[in-house]
Structures are given as C-alpha cells and as structure tokens.
C-alpha cells in the first residue's frame, strides 16, 4: 500500500507485538497488518488438506478450538484459560498435532485482529476518501439514459438495480459521516470490496464521470433527507402527470382514431424511473437481496441522492417536452408555436396535387354536375396539415354494405379507410363518396346544386375522420371539453350515431360540425357556437399565414351575408335554430 494515500500494495516489513508498542505511524501498522495477513494465509493454506478431511467425530471433538479460530474476539485471559485447557486436553493424543495446527492458527488470527483494531482508523478515512471519490463522479442521468434507451417500448427492470447499488453507496457515507460504531474492520473490508465491483460495472457502462469532470475535494455528501424528500415528491408528482395525461391521451385517441396502434401512447422510461422515485419497500423488501444491510431507518434519514433526484426531474421535463412536441401529452406555448409554424408552412400546391381523385365520369345521357376542380378547390380551402396524407378520394355510386360496420338498415353515402404500416402507425387515408355525381341532362339549376351539395358535403365530413387522425393530445382533449359542454345534437346523424355508440356519436359529431363549418357557418354558430368557435380555432391555428387575413374577412362576409338572408325573409335566429334542430 502506499501509506501516503492509502493505496494497496504489500510490505514484508514485521513488527513486534503492537500491545508493546506506543504510537506508532500509519506504515508501521500496516505493515506489521499486511505481515499478519500473510501468516494467516499460508497457515490455512497448509492446515486446509487436514481440516477438509475431517471426520464427524473428528470435527465434534474438535469443536472447542474450532471456536478460537472463528472468534478471535473472546477476551484474553477466557482465551488464554480454554487455550491451556485444549492443549491439555488434546495432549499426547491422536489429534494432537491437528489441534496445534488449529491453536497456532487462532494465535495467528488474533495477532492480526489486533492489528486490524489498531489500523481501524485509517482504514475507516481511506474508505470515506474512497467513497467519496467514487460518489462525485456517478452520473445519474448517463444511468436512468442507459436503462431507458428502450424503454419507451420495453422495461428492462434494472434501472432500480443500478439504483439500489448506489444508494448502498450512500448508506455507507452516512454511517461514515455519523460515526457508525458497528463499522469494524471486516465490514469496511467487505463495504470496499462491493464497492469495487460495482466501480467496474459502473466504468463500463458510462456511469461514472472521468477525473476531469468532477473536484472531489469539493465534493461532500448531503444528507437533508427532508428536503430532498419534498423534492422527489415534486418530481413524481411531475412524473405521474406526463403519465396521467398519457393514459388520457390513450383513452381519447381510441374513440377518435379507431383500429390505431396505442402501444406507443405509453412510455415505459417514465414509468421505469418512477417507479425508482417511488418503490421504497421495493429496494429495502425482503424479495429484494442485492446487498446486505440495506435499512429502512437509515433511508428516512438520508432519502435519494439529489443529484439523481435532479437526473430524474431532468429526464421529465425532456420526455415532456418530447412527448409535447409529438401530439401525446399538452404542449407548452413555445412547442405549440414551433408546431404550428411546421404545419403552416406547408406546401398547399404540392399537398393538394398529390391526392389521386378518381371516378369522375360522365354517364351517357346525363350531366357530369362533379369535376376535378370541385374537389380540389374543396381541398384548397382546407389547410394543407389537414390534407396531407389523404391518398386518393373515389368517387363511386355503389357501396357493398356487408362491409360497413353501420346500421345496414341506412344508406351509406362516405366512407374513410386510414392505412397502416407495419407496426400499425397510420400512413395514409382513403376516401369514398357515394354520392351521384350525374343529373338529367335537364335537371333544373336547384336540383344541380343540390347534388353538388350533398357531394361536397359529404366529402367534407370524410375528410374530418382523417383530420381525426392527425389531431394532437389537446386538441382532441379541447374537442371532449366543448361536446361536454354542449351536448346538442346538431344533426340527425349525429343522433343516430350517438344511438349506435358513445365513441361513434363522438366521431361523427366531430366530422358533422366540421362539415357544417365549411358549408354552412352561420346555421354552426346558432346551433352551437362552443362547436363554431373550437373548428375556427382549429382551422385558423393550420392556416398559413398569407391565407388567413382574407380567409377571416370571407368568413365572416359569408356569415353575415347568410343572417341578412334570413332577416329579410322575417327569420329570427331562434327560429332558424329551432326550424334546424326539429
């Protein structure tokens, strides 16, 4: 060892009995140890052939000395009286020499005991520099980021490994900072040796900082257990609601985005890490054995590390923001913003012309009233968020109801099939529309713009199923607050589908408002003006912004152009609604 710092190394230095002794120095004490050590080695080494072959009889007759070998604690003068008393008893016997050999080795041991009570002291500094040493440059996030790497999807269960073992490292300061009396010289030995291997697991797997990164000398443990406590209960508190909004996010994605893949909708990082925050017994249960002497007490008063407890607050408030900005949880006004501006810039030309429409054609003998351009100028009034991912749009005048999961007892007039990947993440959406796009070559005007209507309306109401699609965490969550709110039933559809099931009437009222945004505003707001102002929020936040001055000032000409009408044809606005909902 080098004396100066405490390293190991070795000394064939003796010494005389250290009873006899006064002061004497840190390298005298060990080496005069590190001599002893060597005698009782190599006196096992040759007494072990003897002592492993030892009959039943020979070990119960034995048994008196075998006692002084294993407790070199027994006061002097009890080991000197029962010492005298084997020698005596073993005396010209067949077991003599075997009972020497084990007397010398209890002599042996219990020079070396005094020599370990005696270097006790410095080996207690050299474990406090040690620990020290060792705790200043753990890494805590570089850990809960190697466990959790994947477990967005999987949980590997170790993380609460890593951290048992180096809350065994904290128990160990304490009781060094407390002046733990029980802390002999085998259990300091048996604290380093653990110790050191965990020291190689951590190195190899990057939790532990290089010299570099870290002044030991400034480094000092904190034990404020009721602090860090209040701290870790604010970061689970945190943790627990990324998750709570997670569960939500699942629950509400299900009603809207049918036949989705859910699996990612929760994260298992956050959850691996709180459970770590949180799994008290779970470290210190019986069903856990890592390390021996592991105590409850203790944690009381020294609770986590708060560096880990600050890597765990860290990790939160980065899965939160990541999760925020992939539409999973709530975004803050700075994501939401960078989201937007993502959406806004699109491409609307691009966008649009990559959708396919198909099915357009002139029955002989009748009038084409549908073309390409009422669709696409449809397309062109949506933000091209919205639009993006819509495959092709069909337009098809039969429909094979055994296929529709609906009342086969009502006409089917749209469908909106979303595609999927591999792993379920939806793709892309296709569109049906079984509206006619033909009239009699002589229909009158009326009838012509009654079958665009029905057509583009029902397109509209399509398109708002794959709008569901791409609706973020909140916005889906805003949408819940406003049909809880205002419960009407703005069409007879709308009823209908509420009849079928909670989820449908949900979808579909949904998709009905956002229709009757497009077509018919004003009648949107006299119906519900909680669902008129949540779709012209959602519509305005995606439109880009060379597009959204004019678009307001159309809207609201649109709007009050509509309410003229109907004054001028001596209609009030509560006759209007009640004519609308009866």
Known sequence: MDLETGTMGSSETTADNPTERDVRSKREIYADLRHAETIVEEMFAKAFPLLENLSVIQEEALREVMVLMDYEDIDELTYNQSKESQVETFKDGPLEELAGVCLSIADARRKLSLYQREYLPHKTEELRVYTRQLSARLNYAAMIAYHT???????????????????????????????????????????????????????????????????????KPSFDAKYNKSVREETMRNGRGIVAELKRNRTISEVYKPSYNFFDYRDRAIEEVLRCLDRIQRLYGADVDIFDGADVDIFDETDYDFRF??????????????LGAQGKIHMDQGTRKKYLEVAQHLDENDIVSKVKIEGISKIEGRKLVITQDNITKLLSQIPPHFIEGIEIIVANTTYDKSKSYEDPNYETVGHHTPQYDNQGNYVSSRIEVYRPINTDEDANELLVLITQKEFIDTLTHEIGHKILYGLVYEEMSQWEDVIEKDPTAITWYVKHSRDQSEPRGKREDFCESFMMYYSNPAVLIIVSAERFQYMNRLIQDYLPPDKLVNYQETLKLRIASQIMQWRDNNYSIEDIRDMYLS
């Open 309 to 322: 407890i600050q890597a765990a607050r860290d990790f939160f408030y980065e899965r939160k923001q990541a």
């Open 149 to 219: 790497a994947e477990a967005p999807r999987t949980s590997s269960g170790l993380l609460i490994h890593s951290i048992h073992e180096t809350q065994f490292l904290r128990e160990i300061e304490f009781r060094l900072e407390a002046g733990d009396k029980t802390m002999d010289y085998h259990r300091i030995q048996n604290y380093e040796e653990n110790l050191k291997t965990s020291e190689i697991e951590w190195q190899d797997k990057g939790f532990l900082m290089s010299s570099g990164e870290y002044v030991v000398k400034n480094h």
